[in-house]
């Protein structure tokens, strides 16, 4: 138990500030000095204090035990009475006087009654200490005529010692109380000088952390800290190098992207547009004059042909609307999304079924058509081929600074990052790929059993200063091929 608590307390000891382990320390070290110098000021001066007390005593009783050598050889009693009353009326810090004569019955005494053990006649000359009221008494004997004509016994109170003690604790204890201010002082300084850098190199770290690769950490000066400091600097350097490096990687790999992309999109757009424009129209040719054929020798061969040749010009609309539908040019995402999904629907089993929210009236810009159009492609092409689904969803739903699509199936689902084999299938690479051109991202939410949910968001203002295509803009399409 008591280890387990002196554990705890270590821990929350060692998870204290600086500042409060390093007034703790000075407390600690201010208390433990004081406590030893005080112990060892006070018995000094205690043991120097009795001694001179002692010695004062000594002396007292010396000069008093001569000055009463004639009257006790004469047997002058009161004179010796009259003596031993002056010095004590005189001197205060004496407690009493007891003067013994030859035979060692008591001649004289003055002051108060001495304490029991310093009422017989000591047999030699001695400094004694006696408890005496609420203090001590020093007694202090001397021989009078070398014992021969009596002994005396002077004592004197400890008031004076205790008082010069008392003031001596006080003395200290404020001399202390100070210095343990002045160092706590000392102390506020010095975790403020070595945890100012600490703090300055803290938030320096958090700006680092939230991309500002230009923060610096200041070198407040030369010692260990300051050495953290510049090698944090250098390590700063090397980051921002770093990234510069990334981004600049980065845009370039984005720039070939956008390169390639563009340039599918413009193969794309050419073969479309010759297989609308010339093989198409080849095929129609084709037909008319195969239909102007009536004789009736040829009758079945030009059903035949005519039924063939209608059947391909139906392909090659549809491959060309696959590479590139021209109502994305003219009409926008909404109206080419629609046409798309009507069409795939014709020839699936899967009921699929758009909706679109937000201002449609704004045409987005072409890149974000573009790639919306191409991400919705995938995503739905996905759902028929892989997810068992009866019913999807296309929505897409514009705001003020960005445009979210969504399609959702309710078919059979799975779970993200099992394998690579299902990325791959599902085609998520170029999807993603699709979206971080245009600064989005693309997230996938499902799970087995519970269908699959793909969400596209792509940031607008990104786009603001992009070219956008209205109405109307894009190659031109005869009316008759756009209703075929």
Same mark, same amino acid.
């Given at each position: 138990m008591t280890l387990s608590w002196l554990r705890r307390f270590g821990s929350a000891a060692l998870s204290l500030p600086v500042y409060f382990k390093i007034l703790g320390i000075g407390a600690l070290v201010a208390g433990l000095f004081g406590t030893?110098?005080?112990?060892?000021?006070?018995? +000094?001066?205690? !043991?120097?204090?009795?001694?001179?007390? +002692?010695?004062?005593?000594s002396a007292a009783s010396a000069l008093l035990a001569e000055s009463l050598t004639r009257p006790l050889v004469v047997d002058d009693r009161t004179a010796v009475q009259h003596t031993i009353q002056e010095t004590v009326n005189r001197m205060p810090e004496i407690a009493y006087?007891?003067?013994?004569?030859?035979?060692?019955?008591?001649?004289?005494s003055a002051g108060v009654r001495p304490?029991?053990?310093?009422?017989t006649e000591p047999e030699t000359d001695a400094v004694l200490v006696h408890p005496f009221e609420s203090g001590v008494v020093v007694q202090a004997t001397a021989s009078i005529l070398g014992g021969r004509a009596g002994r005396l016994a002077l004592g004197m109170r400890d008031e004076r010692?205790?008082?010069?003690?008392? $003031?001596?604790? $006080?003395?200290? %204890?404020?001399?202390l109380a100070a210095c343990i201010l002045l160092g706590q002082g000392l102390a506020l300084g010095l975790a403020w000088l070595l945890t100012r850098p600490i703090r300055?190199?803290?938030?320096?770290?958090? %700006?680092?952390? !939230?991309?500002?690769? $230009?923060?610096?950490a200041h070198v407040f000066s030369r010692d260990e800290i300051g050495h953290l400091a510049e090698a944090f600097n250098r390590m700063a350097g090397s980051i921002?190098?770093?990234?510069?490096? %990334?981004? %600049?990687?980065?845009?370039?790999?984005? !720039?070939?992207?956008?390169?390639?992309?563009?340039?599918q999109e413009e193969e794309r757009r050419r073969i479309a547009l010759e297989l609308h424009d010339h093989l198409g129209q080849s095929l129609s040719l084709l037909l008319m004059q195969v239909r102007s054929c009536r004789d009736s020798e040829v009758r079945q061969l030009q059903n035949r042909l005519e039924e063939l040749i209608v059947a391909l010009i139906s392909d090659v609309r549809r491959m060309a609307f696959a590479l590139r539908p021209s109502v994305l040019d003219d009409y926008g995402i909404e109206v080419a999304l629609k046409q798309y999904l009507e069409n795939v629907g014709r020839s699936s089993a899967v009921t699929l079924d758009f909706h679109a929210s937000g201002d449609g009236a704004r045409r987005l810009p072409h890149s974000v058509e573009l790639s919306l159009y191409r991400i919705a492609q995938e995503a739905t092409s996905n759902v028929l081929r892989h997810s068992g689904a009866a019913n999807a969803s296309v929505l897409l739903m514009r705001e003020e600074d960005r445009v979210t699509l969504l399609v959702e199936d309710d078919g059979i689902g799975f779970t993200p990052g099992d394998s690579a084999a299902v990325v791959e299938t599902l085609g998520l690479v170029g999807m993603r790929e699709r979206a971080a051109l245009l600064g989005g991202r693309l997230d996938l939410d499902s799970s087995p059993g519970h269908g699959t949910v793909v969400r596209v968001s792509v940031p607008l203002e990104r786009m603001?200063?992009?070219?956008?295509?209205?109405?109307g803009q894009g190659p031109p399409v005869p009316e008759k091929e756009r209703q075929g």
């Open positions: 030893v110098a005080g112990y060892w000021f006070h018995s +000094s001066a205690a !043991q120097n204090l009795y001694g001179s007390l +002692s010695g004062h005593a006087i007891v003067v013994w004569d030859a035979g060692g019955r008591i001649a004289a304490p029991a053990s310093a009422q010692v205790v008082e010069a003690l008392s $003031r001596m604790r $006080r003395t200290f %204890a404020w001399t300055h190199l803290v938030d320096t770290t958090d %700006a680092l952390a !939230q991309g500002d690769y $230009r923060k610096r921002e190098s770093y990234a510069k490096e %990334a981004k %600049a990687k980065e845009l370039v790999r984005q !720039q070939l992207l956008d390169k390639i992309v563009g340039s603001a200063s992009a070219q956008t295509q209205g109405p």
